[in-house]
């Protein structure tokens, strides 16, 4: 039943979300179009999977989990780029992202311990809202980019950028602060059991996982290095990548020793580290990582973390949470010095091929 049918078409959420950021940044006339049809058609897609499941008796516990978590991606990637252009403030977006990242990760807490989660009706009209403010400001998007009269094309884009959209995300980030609120108050017993040992332990798991990606059948270390190429999305500066590495440093010292008491010693699914060395791939000052960049390093932090020279392999004979990722660690050293020299060899000899021109 997960390959379902309404499920297949909660996924295709989840696929159009770095689709639809991706053209909204790239802020072109014809992009930023495609971008707005996309999103509203995965819009309207929430509710026919609901339909679809109710109508012919396909609603599974997965699909009740997976559909709202398609709205948040979807969502998420949109706001993220409302970010990225300068439309919406940062802290704002990630209270409401937050929101939902906790959420989500209380679901996933409850379902493991039996009991249920209480979903008020303010958390639905939230998700409501936020479906209309993202609309709402896709079509002004929409306007300002058609060639269609100047006095209207302007008028749109100072709604756009202007107060009034100002003062509307910050009811939005209220109302999620208040849904918050709330939804921790209904389900305070869930939050009791997640302070406890069984709480530590499940989040060390989801954690140490990267948020269960270490348990995929196959290539997990792989798939954890791809999913922490995510941040490039953002076009951080060095520093920044630099922080994110410290902090799943810091993770995985904390998780660890919880998840290889429970599965085994520097198991496969263990994957923050992977994720700590691909990130400091790219803490390199003076190196602008776009995706081509962010690609390299990637090959690159793999070649070394799978060929394991000295001294990786025998860091990686060492036992315990330090030696786990002390490798990974080593290996994004050893690949970000690779991807710096690559990087300004490529700039200086094209220097000079423009200079010979």
């Known amino acids: 039943m997960y390959l379902s049918v309404p499920n297949i078409i909660s996924l295709t959420r989840v696929i159009m979300a770095p689709v639809v950021y991706i053209l909204l940044t790239a802020q072109g006339s014809l992009t930023s179009k495609i971008a707005v049809i996309i999103f509203i058609l995965g819009a309207l897609t929430d509710y026919f999977d609901g339909w679809i499941a109710r109508r012919y008796k396909q609603q599974t516990e997965f699909g009740i989990f997976f559909d709202p978590l398609a709205d948040k991606i979807l969502t998420a990637s949109a706001f993220f780029a ?21 959420t989500t990760f209380l679901r996933l807490f409850a379902d493991e311990i039996r009991l249920s989660i209480k979903t008020s009706r303010s958390a639905k009209v939230k998700t409501f809202i936020q479906m209309v403010f993202i609309i709402y400001l896709l079509i002004l998007l929409f306007i300002s980019t058609t060639e269609i009269s100047a006095p209207i094309r302007a008028q749109a884009t100072q709604l756009l950028y202007g107060t009034y959209t100002d003062w509307a995300m910050s009811l939005l980030t209220a109302y999620t602060v208040w849904t918050s609120i709330e939804y921790i108050f209904a389900n305070r017993e869930v939050i009791r059991r997640l302070m406890t040992k069984e709480g530590h332990d ?9 948020f269960g990606i270490g348990f995929l059948p196959k290539a997990p270390g792989t798939f954890g290095s791809l999913a922490a190429l995510l941040l490039v999305l953002f076009s951080p500066p060095w520093y920044v990548y630099a922080i994110s590495a410290c902090i799943a440093t810091l993770i995985g010292f904390w998780a660890i020793p919880s998840m290889e008491k429970r599965i085994g010693d520097d198991s496969p699914s263990i994957v923050i580290d992977e994720v700590a060395g691909m990130w400091l791939t790219f803490a390199l000052p003076s190196v602008t990582i776009g995706w081509v960049w962010a690609l390299v390093g990637f090959g690159l932090f793999r070649l070394f973390d799978i060929w394991k020279p000295y001294p990786i392999r025998l860091l990686n004979e060492q ?14 050293l050893y690949a970000g010095f690779c991807l710096f020299s690559l990087y300004w060899t490529y700039n200086i000899f094209y220097l000079v091929y423009l200079g010979m021109k």
């Open 319 to 332: 036992m315990g949470a330090i030696w786990v990722i002390a490798d990974d660690i080593i290996a994004g």
């Open 202 to 210: 499940y989040s060390a798991i989801l954690l140490g996982s990267f």
């Open 82 to 102: 409302f970010v990225t252009m300068g439309i919406l403030p940062l802290w704002m977006v990630l209270i409401v992202i937050f929101r939902d990242v906790f």
